[in-house]
């Protein structure tokens, strides 16, 4: 049975929890009452706990909402920032700190809607949702695939995976092998968000890159 974080604040609304790939670290948002953006915090394990919440800096984040960051072995850290619309952005991490976040190519970041970016451990594709015209329904979950630093034109991931209505939050269990996914709808008035998981080697992941097209 779910227990509550040792690091949860129950006086802040807090969401989007992800490991980074060692599982030291979690990547998480919080919002206050008064505030009305959300910002990108850290918790490091310790020998027997976590550390007390630290939030992130200016360099990723801005009076904006930025939030769903998920973090790459090299500690690169890609994000949503909510401004017009929702794009992706990625800060670098090196020199033991991180980089003013930049926005992700024209390939992937459009006038739409694209978030919740799971980055792959080693960065050699990142799943994430858009509602792309022409697909399945409200918003739907896409990959792209990075090449020399270049990201090529977002794949569907189909109809076994996306639906009419939305799909998000995307992530892998490697040690399980499952592509982990949420699908949101409303019930009766009432919005209904579920849990769903899928083999990874049935994504064909391989066979979606080699079909990939880079602008």
Known sequence: KPTLAVFADTGHKQIDPAFSPDGNAILF?????????????????????????????????????????????????YFTRRTKSNDIYKSHFSNNRYQKAVLL????????????????????????????????????????????????????????????IGEFCPSIDYSKKLFLFSRTEVVNGKRMDNIYSYPVKSLNLKKLKKNARWQ
């Open 105 to 164: 190519a024209t390939s992937i970041n459009t006038d739409g809607n694209e978030s919740n970016p799971y980055i792959s451990k080693n960065e050699n594709f990142i799943i994430f949702f858009a509602d792309y015209k022409g697909g399945f329904g409200d918003t739907d979950l896409y990959v792209s695939f990075n090449k020399k630093n270049k990201w090529s034109l977002p794949i569907n991931l189909g109809a076994e995976i996306n639906s009419t």
């Open 29 to 77: 948002n919080s919002l206050t009452s008064s505030e009305t953006s959300f910002d990108i915090y850290i918790t490091k394990k310790t020998f027997n706990s976590w550390t007390k919440p630290e939030r992130l800096s200016d360099s990723i984040n801005t009076s904006s909402s930025d939030f769903y960051a998920t973090m790459t072995t090299q500690k690169h850290i």
